[in-house]
């Protein structure tokens, strides 16, 4: 279809409007098609539609703006309408330059903040060393008093046995202080034996599992 052909089948498609939004119409898209030149003529033709879909987007825009639009390329339209949209766009980048400043400032608070963060981590880690650095001393501590405990009962059992023959009573005495001083080793012993079987490994797995917690949530939190 020509442009001739075009504008003719439009103006009877617009004959049931006003006579004057009739001519304003033809005479909008007739210096359209001028402004567009020969060469692209066809290819504007084109773009507007068929003139029935023109013809109808023309009427529907008059029945919804009045007399308060103007014709365009694709239709009639309502100005404060369109420039209502282009704010509305406008507001729209505005709220997303918005966020993205937001995050902006969260990703400097969060720098500001290593800082802080690195001191925590630091203090923790050096009050679980200290803590575990102090078992550790009770753990050794139980057991160098169980041996040496058990060394001299030992001693005082064996001179007591001597004494018997020589002094009974002294021997006696010597005896029941090596019994003594066996049982006190034996429960230190024990002690040790708990200590390095049952408290440590506990005490490694809690402080193992407190610094688990603190850099694998981290790492949770940041994917």
């Known amino acids: ?45 084109e773009a ?19 007399t ?37 400032i ?9 800082p802080m963060l690195a001191a925590l981590v630091s203090g923790l880690f050096g009050a679980g060393v200290g803590i575990l650095g102090g078992f550790l001393g ?8 169980g041996g040496v405990l058990f060394i001299l009962a030992l001693l005082l059992l064996g001179i007591g046995i001597g004494e018997l023959f020589i002094i009974p009573l002294v021997g006696m005495c010597l005896i029941g202080a090596g019994l003594l001083l066996l049982g006190l080793s034996i429960f230190f012993i024990w002690i040790t034996v708990w200590l390095w079987g049952s408290a440590l490994p506990w005490m490694i797995r809690k402080i193992v599992g407190l610094f688990s917690r ?7 939190e940041e994917a």
């Open 1 to 45: 279809m020509n442009r001739l052909e075009f504008m003719q089948r439009l103006e009877a498609l617009l004959s049931d409007i006003s006579q004057s939004e009739r001519e304003e119409a033809l005479q909008y898209y007739n210096d359209y098609l001028n402004d567009a030149g020969v060469e692209n003529e066809q290819e504007v033709l």
């Open 106 to 114: 969260l990703i400097i608070l969060c720098i500001l903040a290593m």
């Open 214 to 220: 603190i850099f694998h949530g981290k790492k949770g």
């Open 68 to 104: 308060e639009g103007e014709f365009t390329e694709t239709g009639y339209h309502k100005e404060t309408f369109e420039q209502e949209a282009k704010n509305e766009v406008v507001k729209k980048e505005e709220k997303k330059r918005l966020s993205g400043g937001m995050i902006a």
């Open 138 to 145: 009770l753990f050794v501590g139980t057991a160098v008093t």
């Open 48 to 66: 507007m539609g068929s003139p029935e879909q023109l013809a109808r987007v023309i009427k529907e825009g008059l029945d919804e703006n009045g």
